[in-house]
């Protein structure tokens, strides 16, 4: 029988839950995986393949439906530094309208952080002086769904209704769960825009994975900042 290579093993830090996991760097199997679903170029494959890659390497028992999206991405970055390397060349786009361009950096994967953690978000948004909900950060099974809707309104608010946990009406309690997705999208829809605003705030302040990044156009001398932010910013 002919051998096989170990590889080993490090430790990291879910952000969600703070739970410290043991895993493994990814390796040529895994990379396959990944690299037909980046040369089909369908956003929804790519996700699917790194969390099965993810879940191929992650030796703890975890629960990956409740994982969040930027867990994911946090713990896709953390492998991807230990299996092929913490550096990774991005071709940036120069800022400056009039200038067409492109200037090659590097950065450091190890620098890679989720912004807003330390931050509490209040999840209860109060609707009206009857009606209140609690809300959740997105999973990633989540995310995964959106694929399915045909327009980027309909994404949006069915985004808005997964981010729903609980309804409160007066002295009732209802789970966002123990109804339908379609029940649960007819009450989003029926929100005014100020109230619908209330919950994209939620959204937008939400833990992610995020990068500053400075560089000065190699074409026209400009001092560019730009915030990298999610998994499509760093790969995609």
């Known amino acids: 029988m002919l051998p096989i290579i170990a590889t080993p093993k490090y430790d990291m830090i879910v952000p969600s839950t703070g739970e410290s996991i043991t895993y493994r760097p990814y390796v040529v199997k895994e990379e396959k995986i990944l690299l037909i679903a980046i040369e089909s170029q369908d956003e929804t494959g790519i996700e699917k393949a790194v969390l099965n890659v993810i879940k191929a390497c992650v030796e703890s028992p975890i629960d990956f439906k409740k994982l969040t999206t930027f867990d994911v991405e946090f713990m896709f970055i953390t492998l991807r530094s230990k299996s092929v390397g913490e550096g990774i060349k991005l071709k940036m786009k120069c800022e400056v309208e009039e200038c067409?361009?492109?200037?090659?950096?590097?950065?450091?994967?190890?620098?890679?952080?989720?912004?807003?953690?330390?931050?509490?978000?209040?999840?209860?948004?109060?609707?009206?002086?009857?009606?209140?909900?609690?809300?959740?950060?997105?999973?990633?099974?989540?995310?995964?769904?959106?694929?399915?809707?045909?327009?980027?309104?309909?994404?949006?608010?069915?985004?808005?209704?997964?981010?729903?946990?609980?309804?409160?009406?007066?002295?009732?309690?209802?789970?966002?769960?123990?109804?339908?997705?379609?029940?649960?999208?007819?009450?989003?829809?029926?929100?005014?825009?100020?109230?619908?605003?209330?919950?994209?705030?939620?959204?937008?302040?939400?833990?992610?994975?995020?990068?500053?990044?400075?560089?000065?156009?190699?074409?026209?001398?400009h001092e560019n900042k730009q915030e990298l932010k999610g998994l499509s910013d760093f790969f995609i």
Request: hydrophobic share 35%; glycine share 4%; proline share 1%.
């Open 100 to 221: 067409d361009g492109v200037t090659e950096q590097q950065i450091n994967l190890e620098n890679v952080r989720v912004s807003n953690l330390e931050e509490k978000a209040n999840n209860r948004i109060k609707i009206n002086d009857d009606i209140s909900v609690d809300l959740k950060y997105l999973g990633i099974n989540d995310s995964l769904t959106q694929a399915q809707r045909t327009t980027e309104t309909d994404s949006v608010i069915n985004s808005v209704a997964k981010c729903i946990e609980t309804i409160y009406s007066g002295e009732d309690t209802f789970a966002a769960k123990d109804a339908s997705h379609k029940e649960v999208v007819t009450f989003v829809e029926s929100l005014s825009s100020d109230q619908f605003a209330m919950i994209i705030s939620f959204m937008e302040k939400a833990p992610a994975l995020t990068y500053d990044m400075e560089y000065k156009c190699s074409t026209c001398g």
